[in-house]
């Protein structure tokens, strides 16, 4: 694959200072008073404002990046900030009368095709949801929730005379030495604990701007409102509730069933949480690589085997820089995909210390990366942005349609096995917890004036409905209290996690059809995911072989194939 390159600019100067209001205003201001009179003039324009998005959406891309690979740099964090607070809320009064517009303008239903269709509906949506008074108070709340990062991100431990990474010292609950695990677990709950009552005020502040957001914009809460802003066009809140009902009712008794097996294996009266990610058996946790060199060669050579078009996706982004793949001190937790509109290859950040998690994480925003390599091409920056259950798809899958070459990370068979045994039994296991997530956030957003006891006595509960029980927390009353301030959706983008959940169960799908013919299904995946968002989320599903449905007699079906998969690696 050839190095990409970005496509040369139209309607924007290469050279246009993108920090500077007054250089920026004068394209949303060609934009907004541009005469429209004919369909050709039309789909110029709509060019031209994809090309301006496109190169914005880079630009604080590169903030936003920078930002969190050294959240210690206070420069990268106000260079961050100055963009959305002081470039940001004059942009967007501009772009609701560029989407009024549109959506308005005489010529759009002329534009023939689902994907304009599917486009002009999002933009009604956003003009919906437009008021000036939130310009500043959305610009206040983005400020806001990078705070979790800077709280979260500096977080580490002393163990042994070493400092820890959080991500380093999750790594050690893996150790078989149960009472190392227990030191390890108390020392970073301890450490979160520390920071409990900043994590607890910010989502409350968090909440109460969410909240005055909605109802400035004539919805009755903040929920609602996030349906429309997410583009929740083919699912309702009931739907989502539905979900829930399904993994309680199909999900949880499976996954009391894993605990069960290994309270069995490792010999225990009871199961602590700090006994959840050792190898039951007694085995040496996974180790598939000790570098992020190593995680990087190896998983070129996995994508090569899967599809040799996906070993060049990341072989093309490492030849470019866009990777930053290893835990380091000041580092922001967690890892994403951040799509670049205009190059077209996106940039991958995770926190790497070697563990099968690390792997996964890897195969998973590999997914991510094929999937904007795959959209590049497309002519509108809006119909590259794909919804949340489709994206993730693309990542979810990944992780499925990667696992037949997994020895390239484990020589031996039975560590390979083992290592394909923990990931499906994992991602079963994980279902339980965007459930909890999902409800959770509803509960927030449906009683935005809730006192933190609430708050506290909620999440309580929703682990009560959703967990194996087989867990005892009894000496952890607090760290299991608060287990939900380690999920940064909850901070950072409220309302979008539930998608992991219903992409995981398509992602099961695109590995049973997988299963039955390699070269079709992954053959379906491509396509599927070339679509970006020209077709609905059911069409796309569709195209992948698949089904958006998180009914319980398909989520049984579901797990019955995982489960079939299992027993055929004891």
């Not at 940001?88 to 303008?105: C, F, G, W």
């Not at 759009?108 to 003009?127: D, N, P, T």
């Not at 919804?387 to 693309?394: G, I, N, R």
């Not at 997988?514 to 195209?543: C, F, H, M, V």
Request: glycine share 4%; net charge negative.
């Amino acid at each position: 694959m050839e190095i990409p390159s970005a496509a040369p600019r139209l309607f924007l100067a290469e050279n246009v200072d993108l920090d500077n209001w007054s250089d920026l205003n004068t394209y949303f201001s060609d934009l907004k008073t541009r005469n429209i009179p004919t369909e050709s003039d039309l789909k110029q324009w709509l060019k031209d404002i994809s090309e301006l998005e496109a190169v914005l959406e880079e630009h604080l891309a590169w903030k936003y990046i920078k930002m969190t690979i050294d959240t210690r740099d206070e420069a990268l964090s106000a260079d961050y900030q100055h963009f959305i607070s002081e470039i940001q809320p004059q942009i967007a009064p501009l772009s609701d009368s560029i989407n009024r517009k549109l959506v308005q303008h005489p010529l759009a239903a002329a534009l023939s095709g689902e994907a304009f269709r599917i486009y002009i509906h999002k933009l009604g949506l956003e003009v919906k949801q437009f008021r000036q008074e939130n310009v500043p108070l959305q610009s206040a709340l983005r400020k806001q929730a990078q705070e979790y990062g800077a709280i979260t991100g500096g977080l580490s431990i002393e163990f042994e005379g070493e400092k820890l990474t959080m991500p380093q010292a999750g790594a050690k609950l893996q150790d078989t030495n149960r009472a190392l695990r227990q030191a390890v677990f108390e020392a970073i709950n301890a450490v979160r604990i520390e920071v409990r009552k900043a994590l607890d005020d910010l989502l409350n502040e968090l909440v109460k701007g969410r909240d005055l957001v909605a109802r400035n914009a004539d919805y009755a809460n903040f929920r609602d409102y996030a349906f429309d802003m997410l583009g929740r066009v083919d699912y309702t809140a009931e739907d989502c509730y539905n979900f829930h009902e399904s993994i309680a009712q199909e999900i949880v008794p499976l996954v009391k069933g894993f605990h069960s097996e290994r309270k069995t294996k490792m010999q225990l009266e009871v199961l602590k949480p700090y006994d959840l990610a050792v190898d039951p058996e007694g085995n040496e946790a996974l180790a598939p690589f000790k570098t992020p060199g190593e995680l990087l060669e190896k998983s070129v050579e996995v994508f090569k085997r899967v599809d040799p078009y996906f070993g060049d996706c990341l072989s093309t982004m490492n030849t470019m820089g866009h990777l930053d793949l290893a835990s380091k001190p000041g580092k922001a937790p967690g890892g994403y995909n951040y799509p670049l509109y205009e190059i077209g290859v996106p940039f991958i950040f995770m926190n790497a210390v070697g563990t099968q998690r690390d792997m996964v994480t890897m195969m998973h925003e590999g997914g991510h990366a094929v999937h904007s390599f795959l959209t590049r091409d497309l002519p509108i920056t809006s119909f590259k942005s794909c919804p949340s259950e489709v994206a993730e798809l693309a990542s979810m899958a990944m992780e499925l349609l990667s696992m037949d070459h997994w020895d390239v990370f484990y020589s031996n068979p039975e560590d390979l096995k083992r290592a394909k045994k923990d990931h499906l039994q994992d991602l079963l296991s994980v279902l339980p917890w965007i459930a909890t997530v999902d409800e959770f956030q509803h509960w927030l957003y449906l009683n935005p004036e809730h006192p933190v006891e609430a708050r506290t006595e909620k999440w309580i509960s929703l682990g009560e409905k959703y967990s194996s029980g087989m867990v005892d927390w009894s000496d952890y009353p607090e760290a299991q209290a608060t287990s939900w301030q380690k999920q940064l959706h909850i901070y950072e983008v409220p309302f979008y996690y539930i998608e992991y959940g219903m992409a995981q169960l398509g992602a099961i799908a695109v590995y049973r059809n997988y299963r039955q013919n390699p070269e079709k299904a992954i053959q379906q995946y491509k396509d599927a995911l070339s679509l970006g968002y020209t077709k609905s989320i059911g069409e796309i599903y569709k195209t992948a072989g698949i089904a958006f449905d998180f009914s319980q007699s398909y989520v049984r079906e579901l797990a019955d194939f995982i489960r079939a998969e299992l027993k055929a690696l004891d």
